[in-house]
């Protein structure tokens, strides 16, 4: 299978190198709406202009699309799926549908295929979330995400005016993760499930108090939350907080018998050194998937519901059938 990379940040470089970790995946080169001769691959894969690639049609089985969900990818991913098969990771949750309906109508008028939301969460997580549902009919999803940091919720930080740098972390409530493993059903509210704890490098001479009032007031990131705020120097985020972690847990409780007696519990845990390289390798695997998939004539676009488990793998159903089942 012959991918391209479309953006080069975090996630990008991620696919550059999970590339290399699948025998059966060549990199054609990467893509970038930057001077290609600014950027500087990881491996030394040619980089080209956003604008050569329509150039490029007969040579990208799929094209992997690394743009951010806010305002890159609503557009990009239809605007692709005309040309060539696309993948990527769009993450925000209530826009989904209206994101599948645009990018579905340009995939199936071009015969493409497309999929969308590849990841852990969306992605991973959301499959867990399907299987748990339809074992344990009778039962509740909780979803708790962290400790991790959230790129969008530092990003918001930082263009706090004042704050020269600064990383955000997710945090589960601890009591709240006990209870539902415990096999209890809580309804938890926002604040019950998760907390903030802000690192903040403020710029010389900065207002500190009014930083912090404007990070702990802040509507749909941080008001809702029990949040902390931790000013630190420079060279501290630079020694302490560089990488990028993330994780989180899906559980799922519900019972069985019936009366109802008899509970039980299923969770899917993550502990992601790096966020963006692990979901770079969701993604290659869905790549795979549906690069096999139109090569049996299907089009339009998929979400990770629609793919069979065997299409992730490069290994063949015999091997799957005598190694893993």
């Given amino acids: 299978m012959k991918i391209a990379i479309y953006g080069y940040g ?26 290609p001769e600014t950027v500087q691959t990881l491996t030394g894969a040619p980089v080209y202009a956003a604008g050569e ?16 969900s806010a ?30 309906a645009a990018v579905d109508a340009a ?34 999803d909780y979803t708790f995400w962290g400790r991790g940091v959230s790129q969008g919720h530092s990003d918001a930080i930082r263009r706090i005016p004042g704050v020269a740098d600064a990383r955000q972390y997710t945090v589960p409530v601890e009591e709240a993760l006990a209870a539902v493993r415990a096999g209890q059903t809580p309804q938890l509210t926002t604040r019950q499930k998760h907390r903030r704890e802000c690192y903040v490098v403020a710029e010389a001479g900065a207002d500190r108090a009014a930083i912090e ?60 050194d790096s966020n963006p390289e692990f979901t770079a390798g969701a993604i290659v695997a869905f790549a795979r998937a549906i690069h096999r998939m139109h090569g049996r004539g299907v089009t339009g676009c998929q979400t990770v519901f629609d793919v069979a488990p065997k299409d992730l793998s490069p290994l063949t159903p015999e091997e799957l059938r005598a190694k893993l089942l």
């Avoid at 990208?60 to 699309?65: E, P």
């Avoid at 985020?237 to 990488?243: F, G, I, T």
Wanted: with cysteine; net charge negative; proline share 5%.
């Fill in 71 to 100: 305002t890159d990818l609503p557009a990009m991913t239809p605007a692709l799926a005309a040309d060539f098969n696309v993948i990527d990771s769009f993450d925000t949750h209530a826009r989904i549908p209206d994101h599948f």
């Fill in 53 to 68: 690639l329509a150039g490029f049609k007969e040579q990208i089985d799929v094209l992997v699309l690394c743009g951010g």
């Fill in 107 to 140: 995939a199936r008028q071009s015969g493409h295929i497309a999929l969308i939301s590849a990841g852990w969460d969306p992605g991973m997580f959301s499959l867990n979330r399907l299987y748990a549902g339809a074992v344990l009919p009778e039962g509740q």
């Fill in 213 to 272: 009032t404007a990070i702990k007031t802040m509507p749909n990131y941080f008001a809702d939350y029990d949040t902390t705020v931790t000013f630190i120097t420079a060279e501290e985020m630079k020694r302490d907080h560089s990488e990028l972690p993330h994780g989180g847990f899906v559980i799922h409780t519900g019972k069985t018998g019936l009366h109802g007696q008899h509970t039980h519990t299923i969770e899917y845990r993550l502990t992601l």
């Fill in 10 to 35: 975090n996630l990008g470089r991620g696919v550059e190198c999970a590339a290399r970790q699948n025998p059966d995946v060549e990199l054609v080169g990467v893509f970038t709406r930057r001077p």
